[in-house]
Structures are given as C-alpha cells and as structure tokens.
C-alpha cells in the first residue's frame, strides 16, 4: 500500500505539472466558469455562511490539533510514565509533519516568497494585479500570496493520523480525510481564495512529506541473526 500511495502522489503531480503546461489558462478557467459571477463581478459564493462555517470549522481543527500535540510533548516530557499513554514517534510523526507543511512550508516560505496574486487579486476577477501561473515566483503580490494554500495544506494533513488508524477504521479515516480535503479545496476556490493548482498542489505535497516521514519513522528495523536464532 506504501508503494502504492507513492505512485499515486507521483502521478498526481506528473499528471497536473502536464494538464498546466498544455492548458496554462485552466486555472482562470475553472474559476470564472464555477466561482465568479462575471455579471456581477464577485465571487458569489465568497460570503455564504455554509462556507464561511467550513472554513472556520478547519481554522478549529487546526487550533485543536496544535493544542493537542503541545499537550502531548509536555505531558510525555513532565509525566515520563512507561510506556507513554501514546507512543513518542506518533507525537512526533504527527507534530513534525503538521509544523513541517502547514505552518512552516506552506505559511512561513511559499506563501511569504512566492509571488502569484490570488484570484480575488487579478485583473481578471476584478482585482488589479496580473495573473501568473503557478509555477511562476515573480508575481505582484506582496505577503500572503495564492501559492500554495495553507488551509487545504492543513486539511491534507489529516491524512497523517488517519494513517495510524488500523484495519477498516483506517480505510475510512482514510476516506474521511480525502473527502474533507476536497471540501476545504472547493470552500477557498470558491471565496476566490485560491486556483485549483494552488489548492492541488498543496494537498500533494503535505502528502508526500507525510509519506516520507511515515517511513522515517515507522521504518522497520532489521532483524538481527542472534534475533533471529532466539
């Protein structure tokens, strides 16, 4: 499944990196047919309180899950009982790759260096700076840019502690957790928060950094012979 997982992320960069270089205006596209009332000239979804209320609910769920792994790491390094209520590399696996990708990846280097204006920013939705492609640093923007989006990030992340859940509850945490993270991505398309490529691109790379530090820290050990001959 592992193997498996890798292949899908892969390809979804492979194939979305291939979709934007043959159609560079989908992007524009797919907003102005879905989202943006050209009449009008506004996102008409931008301030429904259905969506409002989701985005504030993932704004929860992220405050909540912060407080939780701080109250993790301070409880396991005051109450050193063994063993700890919840193993050590769980706290870890689940605090570095939260703090990894939302916070520090999405917020703290892509978001603040890299330039794309959002679409409630571009002239084409309204706005008055320029659209860029999404693989392109230069845009206008100034801090908080499009590129990639943190909350979608932040949703994708849940697919860190759905992987811990074993057997067929982890199938559907699994499921759970792509289907909240498709939600988060149409709720902040559809404020003219973010393009489609923003929102994609995010939830593949929080999932290829959870790949990865799953397998750093959940690598099984090599038995040994004297192991193996006991």
Not at 100 to 122: C, E, M, Q, T
Request: proline letters at 7%; one cysteine or more; charged letters at 10%.
């Amino acid at each position: 499944m592992r193997a498996f997982s890798l292949v899908l992320i892969v390809a979804g960069f492979a194939v979305i990196a291939a979709v934007y270089a043959f159609d560079p205006g989908l992007d524009l596209r797919i907003t102005s047919h879905l989202f943006f009332d050209g009449t009008a000239k506004k996102f008409w979804l931008a301030d429904h309180p259905v969506l409002v209320s989701l985005r504030n609910l993932n704004s929860a769920i992220d405050i909540a899950i912060g407080a939780v792994l701080v109250f993790g790491v301070i409880y396991a390094w005051l109450v050193p009982t063994k063993p700890p209520p919840v193993a050590r590399r769980t706290v870890v696996f689940l605090l570095v790759t939260f703090l990894l990708v939302p916070v520090f990846l999405a917020n703290g280097i892509f978001k603040s260096h890299w330039s794309r204006p959002r679409p409630y920013h571009v002239a084409e939705f309204g706005g008055a700076q320029p659209f860029v492609q999404w693989w392109d640093p230069s845009g206008t923007c100034k801090r908080s840019c499009s590129f990639f989006s943190g909350e979608v990030s932040a949703a994708a992340w849940t697919m860190a502690p759905a992987v811990l859940v074993p057997g067929i509850p982890g199938i559907l945490a699994i499921a759970a957790s792509l289907a909240f993270t498709v939600m988060i991505a149409v709720v902040r398309l559809a404020q003219g928060g973010h393009f489609f490529s923003d929102a994609a691109f995010a939830a593949l790379i929080t999932w290829l950094i959870v790949w990865v530090a799953y397998g750093i820290c959940y690598r099984k050990k090599p038995v040994s012979r004297s192991d193996s001959s006991t």
